[in-house]
């Protein structure tokens, strides 16, 4: 059977095979100022065995190239359970559930390997089932009349998903559950600390720390056998390697392909499970405007592998198909107590409000109709120094949120924590969780070309209808919370649980 892309070839000198990842404390000298910049480096033994793509074609994602720029073959796929959590066009419950994505995996890791796998593709196999008949009959009922247990249960972290929210709530909530019972995670522990098993916990990239350092330490998803594992974690951290070896004034973006390329080269040659799939149960994620680009230099890592982003463009090769969306956070202090909440509709006498500077082109025409020229569209490019940000949100119904340079914002979040309606400008932007969540629901979304009309929109929307949406707000908030230690349902789970979709929607054969 034909490979997807080639594996890794394995055939390098033992040594380097049987050497875990080395470092070494570098000092580079840059510029008249002599900067010495201290980081532990990914260390290669001969440069041949180190995979470094200075570019890399950006090919249509219906096409599958080996390293040599040649197509190979088509991959049959769909976006992930898409057609059972939503009904397609009126068509019947035959039609919810499209071919999944068929991954040819590689031949040449041994047939105990190959029988550990159909092990994992059979209890997948089992689920993808279960699922489809659970849609079957969900998706015609009543989201409330199908939750027999939507009453029972104790306990601060019970939940069952019902109500608009949700695109399906029952499957969703039968799905939460497999994940729960089964779902296992190896993640790999080669590496180390700063650039590795390890991410930032503030900042707008806080949510790649959070989902880095929980991983690391949790009990319910992580599995130490890799032969039990339906999914493999690359735990790089894009935030870290370039704020160790990335210097704005070389601009050297390579050194991610150099980082990742190699590490991928090491756990490729140590174990079989990355040659075993050609990598497409393994996943990273990164929440930084470059994580996409971290991966265009592993061809199997960006066409096969699952990649977390919050960098979900689709004009940038972004696919939804085996992608995820997960949300851009800004945690400014270690806690989010006293973010959460906020005034009922009644007391906001705002109709919308935003702040921010000119990044990306999505915010020009927004500051250009609306920048301090009306008293209900509290549009700034500057906040004035007396006015409070989180006032602002707690005054206002709707909460404008333009995308910038990138297409995520923490605003969109920031908005749900204050219970403000948000308003969704952007384009090409795979929302977050949107495989189970209806944004429609509880957002307010417009195109660029709408922007002058957009006080028009929102004065048009009928006050209860506003009211419906706060409400629903405040319902959907659980699943953008950080919690320590994580809670169900909360945003480390929905993350997981995107990652769960997507191994279901990708059969080995």
Known sequence: MRNIIKPFSTSSSPSYVQNHISW??????????????????????????????????????????????????????????????????????????????????????????????????????SVRVFLKEIAAVSIHQNSSTTHEDINSGDGPDYYIPNGQIYRNPYLFHRSYQLMEKMFKIFVYEEGEPPLFHDGPCKNIYSTEGMFINTLEMDAKFRTRDPDEAHVFFLPFSVVKILTYLFHPKVRDKAVLGRTIGDYIRIISQKYPYWNRTLGADHFMLSCHDWGPRA????????????????????????????????????????????????????????????????????????????????????????????????????????????????????????AIYAECVPVLISQHYILPFSDVLNWTSFSVQISVSEIPNLKRILMDIPYDRYVRMQERVKQVQRHFVMNDPPKRYDVFHMIVHSVWLRRLNAQML
């Open 24 to 125: 070494s404390l570098v000092q580079t000298i840059i510029g008249i100022g002599s900067l010495i910049v201290l980081a532990p480096l990914f260390f290669c033994v001969s440069t041949n065995q180190c995979i470094y793509h200075q570019k890399m074609a950006l090919l249509h994602h219906d096409q599958v190239h080996d390293y040599n720029g040649d197509k190979q073959s088509k991959v049959t796929s769909s976006p992930p359970l898409s057609s059972i959590l939503r009904p397609f066009n009126g068509a019947s419950s035959d039609h919810y559930y499209y071919p999944l994505n068929l991954i040819k995996k590689n031949q040449q890791t041994g047939d105990y390997y190959d029988e550990k796998l159909k092990k994992i593709e059979s209890e997948l196999g």
């Open 295 to 414: 991966t265009w230099y592993v061809p199997q890592l960006y066409y096969n592998s699952i990649r977390v982003l919050c960098n979900a463009n689709t004009s940038e090769y972004f696919n939804p198909k085996k992608d995820a969306s997960f949300p851009e956070i800004n945690i400014r202090t270690d806690s989010i107590t006293g973010l959460l909440g906020g005034p009922p509709p009644s007391e906001r006498t705002i109709l919308a409000f935003f702040a921010g500077g000119i990044h990306g082109f999505l915010r020009r025409p927004l500051l250009k109709h609306w920048k301090e020229k009306d008293e209900d569209l509290r549009i700034y490019e500057k906040l004035p120094e007396n006015i409070s940000y989180e006032e602002m949100m707690h005054k206002s119904k709707y909460c404008i949120c333009p995308s910038g340079y990138e297409v995520a914002s923490p605003r969109i979040v920031e």
